[in-house]
């Protein structure tokens, strides 16, 4: 059995507002979710990461990179993981800032079966994380990882950028969701299930971008710590 990855809902919002919510999502028992945030305010910086809340789960962030800093609007994109015994129906909250307004929000929310289910809150299923971004227009962008712990491990990353255009996932990556507002915050997400140190997306004309990867742990058979290749005797 490999990891697989399954998109829960995606969608953009680019009113002005203290709080956004996306489509209703229905979790799956001990399965890891991501959530990727894409966040714009047009004058100062949001000062502390945005807030999830939803489905009976903890919400943890994982990694935020800000990714355009030199002009206005400012753009952010976070990346958060949660896992739960019970989770609930419902739609996910995401808060910008406690204290502001955003102008305008993306966000996608995937799951991953297959993956270790030990620790809390999915602490366990991701591995390591890794962040870029450039604040000079580029066409593409690459988020290096170190190396991976097992030949089984997955790996999942997720771009924006502050155009509309479309993205192109890197070779051998499956893209999950692309959303592509007319106001900015492009962004997309890309997955495959083995390894790869770098995570890389690209567009067709230069502009500001950020990027997040992570590696995923593969839950080897009957809870072993094993991985299965090793156990299989092959790879």
């Not at 894409?38 to 000062?47: F, I, K, N, Q, Y």
Request: aromatic content about 6%; hydrophobic content about 40%.
């Amino acid at each position: 059995m490999a990891i697989t990855a399954a998109l829960l809902t995606s969608g953009v919002d680019a009113t002005d507002a203290t709080s956004y919510a996306t489509a209703s999502i229905t979790p799956s028992a001990n399965q890891l979710i991501i959530a990727l945030v894409g966040l714009e305010r047009t004058s100062t910086p949001l000062a502390n990461d945005a807030l999830l809340t939803g489905n009976g789960l903890t919400w943890v962030s994982v990694a935020t990179v800000t990714y355009q800093t030199v002009a206005s609007p400012l753009r952010r994109l976070s990346m958060f993981r949660t896992m739960g015994a019970s989770p609930t129906t419902g739609a996910v909250t995401i808060t910008p800032d406690p204290a502001q307004t955003a102008h305008g929000a993306t966000w996608t929310i995937t799951e991953f079966d297959g993956v270790d289910t030990g620790g809390t809150n999915g602490s366990a299923a991701v591995v390591q994380s890794a962040t870029n971004n450039v604040d000079t227009p580029a066409t593409t962008l690459t988020v290096t990882l170190a190396a991976f712990g097992s030949a089984d491990n997955g790996t999942y990353g997720t771009f924006a950028q502050g155009g509309s255009q479309t993205i192109t996932p890197g070779t051998g990556f499956t893209e999950l969701a692309e959303i592509a507002p007319a106001n900015g915050l492009a962004m997309n997400t890309e997955w495959r299930n083995d390894n790869d140190t770098t995570v890389d997306a690209s567009w067709a004309v230069g502009t500001l971008c950020g990027g997040i990867a992570i590696e995923i742990k593969f839950a080897a058979a009957g809870g072993a710590t094993t991985p299965l290749r090793t156990l299989l005797g092959v790879g």
